[in-house]
C-alpha cells in the first residue's frame, strides 16, 4: 500500500497548482482520502477531505471556495485543486486515506497510511 503526494511548487500570491495523489495497493474507491498540511512550526492542519460513503467532499473553512478535492476511481488518482493560493497556504501537503466517521475526519490518526508529503510555497 502506497500514497505518493506530488505537484507542489513556488507558486506567487494569486496563483494556482494542483496536486495528485496517487495510490497503489488499494482500490481508492473504498476509501476516504484527505489532504492534511504542515507549515514549518505549526501543528499539522486538516484541509480537505473527500468521503466514499457518501459521495461527500469537506473543507476547512480557510480554503473552502478557492480549494476542490477530486478523486478519479479508474485512475487510483486523487487531487486537490488550489486556487488563489495565499502566502498562509505554504506548508507540506500529505494525503491520507482511512476510512473515519464523519465527526472524525479531521483526525490524523483515523487515517491507515500517509504519503510522502510534497511542499507548496506560495510568495512573490
Known amino acids: 500500500v502506497q500514497l505518493q503526494a506530488s505537484g507542489g511548487g513556488l507558486v506567487q500570491p494569486g496563483g494556482a497548482l494542483r496536486l495528485s495523489c496517487a495510490a497503489s495497493g488499494f482500490s481508492l474507491h473504498n476509501y476516504t482520502i484527505t489532504w492534511f498540511r504542515q507549515a514549518s512550526g505549526k501543528e499539522r492542519e486538516w484541509v480537505s477531505t473527500s468521503r466514499h460513503a457518501e459521495g461527500m467532499s469537506y473543507y476547512a473553512d480557510s480554503v473552502k471556495g478557492r480549494f476542490a478535492i477530486s478523486r478519479d476511481n479508474a485512475k487510483n488518482m486523487a487531487y486537490l485543486q488550489m486556487n488563489s493560493l495565499e502566502p498562509e497556504d505554504t506548508a507540506t501537503y500529505y494525503c491520507?486515506?482511512?476510512?473515519?466517521?464523519?465527526?472524525?475526519?479531521?483526525?490524523?490518526?483515523?487515517?491507515?497510511?500517509w504519503g510522502r508529503g510534497t511542499q507548496v510555497t506560495v510568495s512573490s
Open positions: 491520507a486515506r482511512g476510512r473515519p466517521v464523519l465527526s472524525e475526519i479531521r483526525n490524523g490518526d483515523m487515517y491507515y497510511d
